[in-house]
């Protein structure tokens, strides 16, 4: 086993071991904080990738911002530290069928994908150059749509600044 | 090119195991004569007050849903940055035209008073 592999599953132990601390653990706070180390290790997983791009993004945007989000949404909660979660397993026929519905599609996508795996891997070096040219030139609409996604999300968070100045 | 990575795996690895041992060599070295007074919860050298498990205000996560759209705004900055030499005029006008557009959310959020504490 290469140090490569050794990173590699060193990244996925750490990313499915805290996502399974998220589920199982009966504190939420526990479970926010979990998250942390969650969406570390996917940011790591981006890095052995080679998209070295969206593994800043997803350190920035994700583990910057959406978490503080979360333990935000947590800490306003009622009563947050006295809250028993409820973990033990209820409806066994659906999420069975759910679930092996679910898997089944993945794994299925999985095997009947023709992947497409570069020759050249160094290619990929260096992609926030190569993200910009696309976005500035082929994307450019996208790219000018998300402007105004964030333009609502922000009106949208005024909106709640106001309900709270009311009440 | 994963050999850009290893001062940053080297610097995690290195502040895990620093973080760890400096705990640890004083839970085992240092002499522990407790009082009272020495195990209360350390609060900075303030008298602890009232429980710290209390809710937290709205206003709190307003400031983090702003502060994550400005964040995504700097994330789309950054690529647009690198590649600024190549873009030319053309990545200019269009990055402007991007902020100017979040400019206006930012003025409005102002107008609106989201900005102010309370």
């Known amino acids: 086993m290469d140090l490569y592999a050794i990173i590699f599953y060193l990244f996925a132990v750490i990313t499915l071991g805290s996502a399974t601390i998220v589920v199982f653990s009966k504190n939420v706070v526990y479970s926010a904080f979990a998250l942390l180390f969650a969406l570390f290790g996917v940011a790591g997983l981006y890095v052995l990738l080679m998209a070295d791009f969206l593994a800043i993004t997803q350190l920035l945007v994700y583990v910057g911002g959406i978490l503080v989000l979360v333990l935000f949404g947590v800490m306003l909660t009622t009563k947050v530290f006295d809250v028993q979660m409820k973990t033990k397993t209820i409806q066994m026929v659906p999420a069975v069928a759910i679930l092996g519905l679910l898997s089944g599609t993945i794994v299925g996508v999985f095997w009947s994908t023709d992947w497409y795996i570069s020759e050249n891997p160094i290619d990929v070096a260096k992609t926030a150059p190569q993200i910009g040219n696309m976005l500035l030139t082929t994307y450019l609409l996208p790219f000018e749509i998300a402007s105004v996604v964030l333009l609502v999300a922000l009106i949208g968070a005024a909106m709640i600044a106001r309900r709270e100045r009311k009440g | ?118």
């Open chain 2, 1 to 118: 090119m994963l050999d850009n990575y290893i001062p940053i795996f080297l610097m995690i690895a290195v502040g895990v195991l620093f973080g760890i041992i400096m705990v640890k060599l004083n839970e085992w070295l240092g002499p522990k004569r407790p009082s009272e007074e020495k195990l209360t919860t350390y609060e900075s050298g303030m008298e602890p007050v009232r429980t710290a498990r209390e809710r937290f205000s709205v206003k709190f996560y307003l400031v983090a849903v702003l502060f994550i759209l400005f964040d995504i705004e700097v994330v789309f900055l950054y690529p647009w940055a690198v590649s600024f030499k190549s873009l030319g005029w053309l990545g200019f006008v269009t990055m402007t035209v991007f902020v100017v557009i979040l400019f206006l959310g930012f003025v409005y959020v102002w107008r609106k008073g989201a900005l102010e504490w309370d």
